[in-house]
């Protein structure tokens, strides 16, 4: 059985590398090294040109800038947090805009979901809840309503999508 690499931190810093400035330009460095070679120049030496030009390339590009706190000097940090303005975001306006128009059960707490999504705004964790999670609880809470007449021993659909909405809470909050 072979491991593979790719989900470690060392297989994101050679993606890093790869995708990073030095390296395309330390290969273009080497693309004209081989036009070279295809041009009748260079002779038997040919293959050290290449690598001679990709060093080159790496060393003559510009390396990833170093990040700065965007902190002005001698500029007091008030103590109270100020909440950010909610963020004009478009999904967010379709999917709460839909979820208006379907009869959910109040008991669910959907309308603090969304405005805790809009104050948190487009991140990684809230996109996830607002192109998947959260449109996937309402369809399975709309299809067990409908199937409900037929299986009534089965869990309330209300409940499920309640805890589903809670759980999705808690990622915004943590």
């Known amino acids: 059985m072979g491991t593979s690499n790719r989900g470690g ?3 994101r810093r050679m993606v890093g590398y790869l ?3 030095r390296n395309l330009v330390g290969c273009g460095g080497g693309a004209v ?7 009748g120049l260079g ?3 040919w293959p050290g040109i ?3 030009l990709y060093g080159v390339g790496v060393l003559l590009a510009p390396g990833p800038r170093p990040v700065t706190p965007g902190r002005v000097p001698d500029v007091p940090v008030p103590d109270v ?3 950010a ?4 975001w478009v999904e967010l306006d ?3 805009g839909y979820l208006g128009t379907v009869a959910l059960p109040s008991s669910v707490k959907l309308d603090d979901l969304v405005e805790r999504l809009r104050v948190v705004g487009p991140g990684p964790a809230a996109e996830r809840i607002v192109l998947r999670r959260l449109p996937v609880a309402v369809d399975g809470y709309l299809r067990a309503r409908t199937w409900e007449r037929w299986t009534p021993d089965g869990e309330d659909p209300r409940v499920a999508l309640a805890r589903e909405v809670e759980r999705m809470a808690a990622v915004l909050a943590g």
């Open 43 to 45: 002779g038997a030496w």
């Open 9 to 11: 931190p060392g297989g």
């Open 85 to 88: 303005p909610p963020v004009r």
């Open 94 to 96: 379709a999917l709460a």
């Open 50 to 52: 290449v690598a001679a």
């Open 81 to 83: 947090p100020v909440p």
């Open 19 to 21: 995708e990073s400035t």
């Open 33 to 39: 090294g081989l036009g070279l070679h295809f041009a």
